[in-house]
Each structure stands twice: as structure tokens, then as C-alpha cells.
């Protein structure tokens, strides 16, 4: 007997349902053949998905601002809605410029070449020959051989976002962006750890280092090897769970979850730290928005707690939680963003506070004059204490903070507890339970430089007139032998006193310097026996100590091969302790002890700005924002030695080096050692070459006088240098340097050919503030104008710096070589 026949309609069925069974990821797609590419233009520079959803390509990131107009990110992106949400990017998220270009090559895969031909970025580990790609409706862009075998995709290289059917196996992650709008790597990470256990933690960037979880699923298996989490899959249907070794399943997801057949869904690891699954109804028009299903974690302000860093917020901020489960962070009332631009950032104080300044500010009268309490309800920088008093009242409590020169803030607690802490405060947050308070130190007014005169002299005033009262009241109150006694002694007093004034004041009058004195021992100790190098230079090497109080100073031992070592050691205590500058290093005390000559100075924690601009992973560059900081900073610090110093004073030796940050990144300008003292009746000085290659000015070579002028062009030098990120020395090699074009010609290049781009390297920050870019490019360039007489004063480069006065074109600063003649716009 035949077996019956299958109808027409069977077989379609049949054929339809084995369709969806074969593992050919290029079915349903349009292929992508090799040599395809888009080129990063306003116009269409994507590839679809075949239903629309998805798109592949160059995006722009102008947002309606015309100086990123240039601007264009590599990524894939939600199509069909409109706020076309990025789910996956290239070039570890640093924009291309206009005209860059995207090829799927047969033996790299994807490669993202510049307008130059450089190539920026490739998808990487391709083994084998690519045949074509695809660009998958689940958003998923796959680049395959001949026989259809995967060979790179997206979901396996995932960025912040998870789609559904997209699995995060062991040893993965996804990392945060830096801002919404900054797609460089940020401080948050969701990771599959080998063990098993899915957790959230933040890192101390610009290092890898991982900071104790704030969220964990515990599926690490510890007590049984088969609960032990296999990998966190974002299912079809939209659930997010981690899939176990023995089969079960661990759901991040919460609640009632809509249909993926209805609505777009995504899981975000957001810039702040907080993981979200959104959903976005499809086809609704311009009415719909992203709504928030469930987040991880429920507090995040209370749950990051980072022993050795920041914590949600930047340092000296605050940390409060909004309705959506976000953290909100600002700055303490009299403290300020470091960055304005990043309102996630550090806070800095608006006043100034240490050991020293309390010891003079006293003379002006009792702490409590000098400084008052802002109090915040249920406030707490948990990770900032050095002291715990207790049992305490609130006001011994405040008192106690008040008079201690290290205390910034008190946290009085639960009606007897009293916690001290210091600056900078890190982990600020907001704790309903807190049931205290925080009082945080501030001052009263503005206090002038302790070596200002103006300062001084209403102490010295106010003494006296206590010591002619006190006098006087004895004087009337006794009879005129004993009066007689009384005058004689204090005359006498007075004269031996004098004597040893002018005894003091004659020995290099170092009392006009306000310094305090220490003897060889009192530094030995302090330094541990100059135990830990910071630095050598031509002069001295310096060593790190602590001083009372715990103090941390650096100290500088001169060496005994330094010529001529007591002139220039008696020129920088008796110059540079008459200089206060918020933009240079501040001597504190000296030694002067037979063979023996060292400085004390005050320690700035984050090192010297060259370590902070050559990093060679572009991920790790400092921000836009705080490198133009820094820059006018060193501005500022030159004018006032150049203008406004009783004495003025030429540098010789403006370089990275020789600059150096404090704990909030203000440039502080150091070594003073090698500069030549001008007095204002002095137009110029002649002297031996100073300084170092790269940053020395072309009238050292050329007999020219030496004025201000060399400051300024090593200035500029150092400028480009921070605009760049680029050393003018060239690129360190197992400690030696690399020949390459000079930087001051290939910027020159840049400049003229419209190529500012190349010159910051797609720096998006730099680049979408472009008219400060362009003008502080060409003040580099009025800057190192070969003729001294061509170039503005310092005082002037701050004017053009700030704003407050306009930048013209600069000439070509090397009038000697060929330069091109005109600016591509």
C-alpha cells in the first residue's frame, strides 16, 4: 500500500519550519561582500538590518552643535525610534573625523582608516578569510568565510548594552562610558568572573584595578561546584538570568516583562553605575520612550564603598539617590566642580586650609573668627576618617575639628560618637539612618598670602598695642622706684632683643622670607634618612618626608658638586620665599647647617604633569577640560613671576617636569634653581645656555639677550604639549627617546591644513570644543615665534587664554624654513 501523498501546502509548511532550523546565520539577511564600505559623511553611512531595525555605520555626534559636526562614532544602533540609542561602538569609543573610512577587508575584517589613510581601529583575532557580513535583526553584526563559519561578532565584544539573544560568557564584561555623552571607558564594569558570580564593581582608572563588588548574584558556586553560575544570558523573551552549571537559572529580571515582539528591549550598564533593563514600545512615532523595567543596584550611593578611591561621586562630593534609582551628586556648599563640564566629578574647595596657614592666620585672633561649620543632616564621607573620639558631645566635637589644623569635616553621630576626617573626602553620600550630622570646616573670609606684608603687619600692631597696655596698666598701678626697675629692664630687654633681630636679619636675611628653619637632623629624621627618592635634577635630588603633624613636604639635599652652591642656594630661599602663587610650589623652610644646604617644599601628590600627558593608551589621556586647566594655570604662574614678583624672575626651564599637580590636578610651576633674577630696572642678561632640549629658545644659540621671552617660548612648546599629548622629545623607549618629526613643525602642519583632528587624535572632548582648540593652537604658535620681539608677554598669553582678548592668526614661527602660506578652514 502507497503511502498517502503530502499536499502542496504541507511541504510549504514543512520547508518554511526547516528554514528556521538551519544554522546559516546569513539567511533572512542582505550579505555584506567584501571590499563594502561607508565613509563617515552627514549623509547615509550605514548598513541595515533586514527589517530596519538596527543600523551599522558612522554616527554623528553634533546633537545639533555645530562644533562636533566633524565628529562621527562607529557603532550600531536602534534604528526605527528616535533617539536612534547606540547599543555597540567601535575604536574604544573615540570618534572618527569627517571622510574617515570603513572597509570589511578580506583578511581584517572590519578596518576604520582617517581621511590620511591611517588606520584607527580593526576588528581583531580574524583567523581565517572573510567572505561577507551581515548585520542580524537581533543587532548582532557578524562577519563570516565562505562555508557561513562566524568569525567575528559584535555580541561577543560587547560595550555598556546587552540585547536579547546576546550571552555574556565567564571572563567578560561590559564597561560604563565616561559620561551620557563621552563614550571613552568609564569607571563602572558588570563582569561574568571565572568563578561563576556575576558582580558589579567599579575600577581606579586609569589602571585595570577592580574594586570589591557592590552587586553580586553569589553564584560562584562556593558551596556547591554544580550552582556555579555558566554564563548571563539575555534570553528572546527579554529575561536576564545566569544560567548555572546544574541547569537552573538565577533571574536578574523583576516582574511582569513585555513582549519583545511588541517592544525594543536593552540592558544598559549606565555611565553612573547603575544596571537597567529599558523597554521601548516599537512602532509608536515620536510618542514613545525608553521606560525603565528593573535596575541593579536598589542604592547605589550606599552600596559603592571604595576603601582606596572614589566612590559613585567624585572626591569631595556627594552622593544622593533620585526617584528612578540614579545617583545625583554635588558639591558641598563653598566648594566648587573641578571640571564643570563633568558635574559627576571632584569638588574642590573654594578656600585654602593647612597646618602652616592656621599657625599665621592665628595671629589675626581665635580660631573661631577664622572659620565656621556648614552642617549637612545625615551626611557621611565614610572612607575619610583619620580620628574617633568618643564619648563626645557635639560641641566638643566641633571644637575639637575646629582646632585641629588636618580636620576639614566632623561627623557627629548617634549623640556621643565623633568621627574626624580630611581632605580629599571620598564616598560622599546621603544615609537617612545616619542619625548625625557632618560639619564641614570652612572660612570665614579671604585670607591674603602669609608672607604678604599686609598681612603681617596688623599682627604685629595688634601685638603691640597689648604689650603697650599691659605696660602701661603696670606702670600707673606701682610706685616710681619700682617704675624705675620696670623701665630699665625693658629697655634693656628691648636692646638685647633688637640685637638679636639684626643678628638673625643680617645672616642672608633669610627672617624676610617668613621660612621656618630646621637643622640636618630634624630633615634626616623627617625623610627616614632620605630613604624614598622623588626626583634628581642638575642641582639636588629630592626626597619625600613628613614633617610635625604628619606633613608630607618634599625635600630637596643640594649637591655638594653644584657650583657655586651657596649663591644659588641663598637666591632660592630668599626669592622664592618671598613668591606666593597659587600656581607655584611654596617653600616652606630651609637648611643651612655647615656643608649642608637643603629646601623644604611643599608636596604635591600627583606627581609631575609629564606623567600625566604620555600615557601611551589613548584610553587613558587626561581630559580635555582639566589639560586646558592646567595649562592656564602654568599661564597664570608665569606672569606672576614674570610681572608681579618683588624681584622678577626668568624660569630658564619651563617643562612637563617641572610642573607639578596637587591632589585636585592644579598646575603648580617648581625648581627654581636654575632661574637668573631680573631687577625691574634690568632689561636683559646675558648668561650661559640653560634649560632642555626641545623647550630652549633660538637666542640662546645666537648671542641674543636673554629676557622673559625664553619662558614664553618654552611655554608655548609646553602648550602643545598639552593640547597634543605628544612630547617634543619624542617617544620614550627603554629610557631613550625616538627620533620623529619635531612637534612644532608637524602642528604647524595640522594647523595649516585644517587637520586638527590629527593633532588632539580624535580627542572628541578637544574636538567638540573646537574654537577653544583652534585658539589655543595658534597662541602655541605666537608663542614660539622665532624673533623674542614677535612674542606676546605672559601676561598677554593669559589674556588670549581666558578669553579676554581675541587671537589673530599668527605668522609662520619659523620665518627661517618654508612654511605654507595660507590655512585650510
Same mark, same amino acid.
Given at each position: ?455 603681617? @603687619? ?134 643651612? @647647617? ?191 615665534? @622665532? ?39
Amino acid at each position: 500500500m502507497n503511502p498517502p501523498s503530502m499536499s502542496p501546502v504541507s511541504i510549504h509548511h514543512i520547508l518554511f519550519c526547516l528554514l528556521f532550523l538551519l544554522p546559516n546565520p546569513s539567511l533572512a539577511q542582505t550579505n555584506i561582500p567584501v571590499e563594502s564600505s561607508l565613509t563617515a559623511t552627514k549623509g547615509n553611512s550605514s548598513w541595515l538590518s533586514p527589517s530596519g531595525d538596527f543600523a551599522f555605520g558612522f554616527r554623528s555626534l553634533s546633537n545639533g552643535d555645530a562644533k562636533n559636526d566633524q565628529l562621527f562614532l562607529l557603532s550600531i544602533w536602534f534604528n526605527k525610534i528616535p533617539s536612534e540609542t547606540i547599543v555597540w561602538y567601535g575604536n574604544q569609543g573615540r570618534p572618527a573625523p569627517e571622510n574617515s573610512k570603513l572597509e570589511l577587508a578580506s583578511g581584517s575584517g572590519l578596518v576604520l582608516t582617517n581621511p590620511q589613510g591611517e588606520e584607527l581601529w580593526k576588528s581583531e583575532n580574524i583567523l581565517g578569510t572573510v567572505s561577507h557580513a551581515v548585520l542580524n535583526d537581533t543587532g548582532n553584526f557578524v562577519i563570516l568565510d565562505s562555508s557561513s563559519e562566524v568569525l567575528w561578532q559584535s555580541f561577543d565584544n560587547p560595550c555598556d548594552t546587552l540585547l536579547p539573544s546576546q550571552v555574556l560568557g565567564k571572563n567578560k564584561l561590559l564597561s560604563s562610558r565616561q559620561l551620557e555623552e563621552s563614550f571613552s571607558r568609564g569607571r563602572f564594569q558588570l563582569r561574568m568572573l571565572n568563578s561563576g558570580d556575576l558582580v558589579l564593581n567599579t575600577i581606579n582608572l586609569p589602571s585595570e584595578f577592580a574594586n570589591e563588588a557592590y552587586y553580586s548574584t553569589k553564584t560562584d558556586g562556593s558551596s556547591n561546584a554544580s550552582t556555579a553560575g555558566k554564563e548571563l544570558v539575555f534570553s528572546n523573551s527579554g529575561s536576564l538570568f545566569v544560567s548555572r552549571e546544574d541547569g537552573e537559572k538565577v533571574y536578574l529580571s523583576q516582574g511582569q516583562i513585555p513582549s519583545t515582539s511588541d517592544f525594543y528591549h536593552r540592558v544598559t550598564l549606565n555611565f553612573d553605575g547603575v544596571l537597567t533593563q529599558v523597554v521601548h514600545p516599537k512602532n509608536s512615532g515620536s510618542s514613545g520612550s525608553w521606560r525603565i523595567l528593573w535596575s541593579q543596584p536598589q542604592d547605589i550611593c550606599s552600596d559603592v564603598y571604595v576603601r582606596d578611591g572614589i566612590g559613585v561621586c567624585g572626591y569631595n562630593s556627594i552622593c544622593k539617590l533620585g526617584a528612578d534609582n540614579r545617583p545625583k551628586c554635588n558639591c558641598p556648599d563653598k566648594f566648587t566642580l573641578l571640571d564643570p563640564s563633568d558635574k559627576y566629578g571632584s569638588c574642590r574647595p573654594n578656600f585654602t586650609q593647612s597646618c602652616a596657614e592656621d599657625q599665621e592666620r592665628l595671629k589675626l585672633g581665635p580660631m573661631e573668627d577664622l572659620y565656621e561649620f556648614e552642617e549637612l543632616v545625615n551626611t557621611d564621607w565614610p572612607t575619610s576618617d583619620y580620628a574617633l573620639l568618643q564619648p563626645f558631645s557635639e560641641d566638643e566635637c566641633r571644637n575639637s575639628c575646629l582646632h585641629d589644623c588636618m580636620c576639614a569635616v566632623a561627623v557627629y553621630r548617634g549623640g556621643q560618637s565623633c568621627w574626624k576626617k580630611k581632605l580629599p573626602l571620598s564616598n560622599g553620600r546621603i544615609v537617612p539612618t545616619l542619625n548625625g550630622k557632618a560639619m564641614i570646616k570652612v572660612s570665614k573670609r579671604y585670607f591674603p598670602p602669609t608672607d604678604d606684608p599686609r598681612f603681617r @603687619e596688623p599682627t604685629v600692631k595688634y601685638k603691640d598695642q597689648k604689650t603697650l597696655v599691659l605696660v602701661g596698666s603696670v606702670l600707673l598701678g606701682t610706685s616710681g622706684f619700682v617704675n624705675f626697675v620696670l623701665i630699665g629692664a625693658c629697655v634693656g630687654f628691648f636692646l638685647i632683643h633688637r640685637k638679636q633681630l639684626k643678628k638673625i636679619s643680617t645672616k642672608g636675611k633669610m627672617v624676610e622670607t617668613n621660612l621656618r628653619y630646621f637643622t640636618y637632623q630634624e630633615l634626616f629624621q623627617a625623610t627616614d634618612g632620605f630613604k624614598e627618592e622623588l626626583g634628581r635634577g642638575a642641582f639636588g635630588i629630592v626626597y619625600k618626608g613628613a614633617i610635625s603633624n604628619d606633613v608630607a613636604v618634599a625635600v630637596k639635599k643640594l649637591t655638594s658638586m653644584m657650583q657655586d652652591k651657596e649663591k644659588e642656594f641663598r637666591t632660592e630661599v630668599n626669592v622664592i620665599g618671598q613668591t606666593h602663587h597659587k600656581n607655584l610650589v611654596r617653600l616652606l623652610g630651609f637648611c643651612d @647647617e655647615g656643608q649642608e644646604r637643603l629646601l623644604v617644599y611643599e608636596f604635591l601628590s600627583n606627581g609631575s604633569l609629564s606623567s600625566l600627558l604620555f600615557e601611551e593608551d589613548p584610553k587613558l589621556k587626561t581630559p580635555w577640560n582639566q589639560r586646558c586647566q592646567i595649562a592656564f594655570g602654568v599661564a597664570r604662574g608665569l606672569m606672576y613671576l614674570h610681572d608681579e614678583c618683588p624681584v622678577q624672575i626668568i624660569h630658564c626651564d619651563i617643562k612637563p617636569q617641572n610642573i607639578l599637580l596637587d591632589n585636585y590636578c592644579v598646575a603648580k610651576i617648581s625648581d627654581f634653581g636654575m632661574a637668573k633674577l631680573l631687577m625691574m630696572n634690568q632689561s636683559y642678561t646675558q648668561t650661559n645656555i640653560r634649560g632642555t632640549r626641545g623647550y630652549v629658545a633660538p637666542e640662546w644659540f645666537r648671542n641674543l639677550p636673554i629676557t622673559v621671552k625664553v619662558d614664553v617660548y618654552s611655554f608655548g612648546v609646553l602648550l602643545l604639549e598639552i593640547i597634543s599629548c605628544r612630547s617634543c622629545l619624542g617617544k620614550q623607549t627603554s629610557g631613550e627617546e625616538t627620533e620623529r618629526e619635531a612637534l612644532t613643525d608637524w602642528a604647524y602642519d595640522c594647523f595649516m591644513e585644517g587637520r586638527l583632528d590629527v593633532l588632539v587624535e580624535g580627542d572628541v572632548q578637544a574636538l567638540r570644543d573646537r574654537e577653544k582648540l583652534k585658539n589655543l593652537v595658534m597662541v602655541a604658535f605666537w608663542c614660539i615665534q @622665532e624673533d623674542p620681539s614677535s612674542r606676546p608677554t605672559m601676561r598677554k598669553v593669559t589674556q588670549m587664554l581666558e578669553g579676554a582678548v581675541g587671537v589673530p592668526v599668527p605668522p609662520c614661527p619659523f620665518p627661517f624654513n618654508s612654511c605654507n602660506s595660507s590655512i585650510v578652514p
